[in-house]
């Protein structure tokens, strides 16, 4: 009988271990549970604290990122001193950027449309740790800072890109823009049409329906042949009702390119038709019943009914002499561009970038974005054209052209034109 209880014990010892065994882990996991369970609801409690709430939102919400990173582009009239000078660092930093930008051969000439990109260490008093500069389209030197001194080693990078001219022609069936983005074009390059063609063109009344345009640009495409950039306008010709109006790149000086007619007449003028582009003209001059006053007065500018946040440029070269509230005019810049003329914009969203009393602008800069501020019922720029102290009409306004090519200038420009033809006669064959 012991003998069988001893072998009983032997052989079942396993399955009786296995079951305490069992039992203990169920019991474990029950109590952890349960203590987890407590955990859980006091962590709950702590954090519906209505204090604790407060905290952890002030704290989260005054967190600032480590680096701060600036993109610019480069503009007519821009020097290195200016562009750095819009960074907010201090004014020491400054000028060890600017010392390391003169010592590069390569940035010897500031170019139009060059673009820069600054990083700025926030936690380090705002000093520049790194920012690199666009020699061309397919190269760029980066210059890092040394760790803990006052000074840049800088890298030349070749970008993989190949330069391509695109070709593009259409009939305008709705509007200008929607007609290009159809056709694929980039919006910087219908900007930069718009711009162009703005010194003559009013693009809400002279454009119409069946009119068309071609164009020939420049298109940069990386290893995997998606375009990665945009560069310039070739050529580009717009048809309105039947009459060509033509324009050709032209490098009349070292570095100075301008856009010219097929005559040599250059398309700039003192001042551009209208100053923003894409707007519907919703008050003219003239005297007119008031909107909001409710009597006759005269209307002494031109109003364009524009979406709040459009930008506005300012229609000719000159020096801002007021950027802040006119009354009823609410936001305004005023801008004198030479003895005879001045220009006034009115009840603006917000001013452009750098937009201050003294500060000179280029033609067809960024100067604020449309609105609705002081005594207006509606987003819409209030435009102005001031001539020898009089406020006359913008829309009847005839105004000189600018550079007229001649002598040798001339030549020179006739067989530029020429290989621009042939070059668009060839990229429209290979499209056919």
């Known amino acids: 009988m012991k003998i069988f209880k001893l072998h009983f014990y032997k052989e079942n010892s396993v399955f009786f271990w296995l079951i305490l065994i069992t039992i203990i882990c169920v019991l474990s996991v029950t ?69 390391t930008i003169k010592k590069e051969k390569a940035l010897k000439l500031l170019k139009i449309n060059q673009k ?22 397919k190269n760029q030197i980066v210059f890092t800072r040394i760790a803990k001194k006052k000074t840049f080693k800088s890298k030349k990078i070749k970008k993989n890109f190949i330069k391509k001219l695109v070709y593009k022609e259409t009939v305008i069936t709705n509007s200008l823009y929607n007609s290009a983005i159809n056709l694929g074009i980039k919006p910087n390059i219908i900007i930069e049409f718009a711009r162009l063609y703005g010194f003559q063109v009013d693009f809400q009344r002279d454009v119409w329906k069946n009119d068309s345009f071609q164009i020939i640009y420049e298109e940069f495409i990386n290893e995997n042949n998606n375009v990665v950039d945009t560069g310039e306008i070739i050529f580009a010709n717009l048809n309105l009702q039947d009459t060509d109006l033509q324009l050709y790149k032209y490098e009349y000086e070292k570095d100075k390119i301008e856009y010219f007619d097929e005559n040599g007449k250059s398309i700039r003028k003192t001042l551009m038709k209208t100053p923003i582009n894409g707007a519907r003209l919703s008050s003219s001059y003239g005297k007119r019943k008031h909107p909001i006053l409710g009597y006759t007065k005269m209307h002494t500018g031109t109003d364009f009914a524009a979406p709040t946040g459009t930008p506005i440029m300012a229609s000719g070269d000159g020096k801002i002499t007021k950027a802040g509230w006119c009354g009823g005019g609410g936001n305004c810049v005023k801008i004198k561009h030479n003895s005879t003329y001045q220009t006034v914009y009115a009840h603006m969203s ?52 600018g ?8 030549k020179s420009f006739e067989v530029s034109k020429i290989k621009i033809d042939v070059l668009k006669s060839n990229l429209i064959s290979k499209m056919n």
């Open 350 to 401: 917000k001013f452009g970038r750098g937009i201050k009393k003294g500060v000179r602008v280029k033609q067809g800069q960024i100067i604020g974005y449309v609105g609705s501020t002081g005594l207006s019922t509606g987003p819409h720029l209030h435009y102005e054209v001031i001539e020898n102290g009089r406020k006359i009409n913008s829309q009847k306004l005839k105004l000189p052209s």
């Open 116 to 137: 820069f990109n600054f990083k700025l260490d926030n936690l380090t008093g705002k000093k520049v740790i790194e920012f690199v500069i666009e020699t061309d389209k």
């Open 31 to 99: 109590i952890y549970s349960k203590n987890r369970d407590e955990q859980s609801k006091k962590i709950k409690s702590s954090l519906e604290n209505i204090y604790l709430k407060k905290i952890v939102k002030e704290i989260t919400e005054n967190l600032k990122p480590r680096y701060t990173v600036i993109e610019y582009t480069s503009k007519s009239g821009d020097t290195y001193q200016n562009i750095i000078n819009k960074l907010d660092v201090k004014k020491s930093e400054k000028q060890i950027v600017i010392d």
């Open 403 to 410: 550079k007229i090519l001649k002598g040798e200038d001339r």
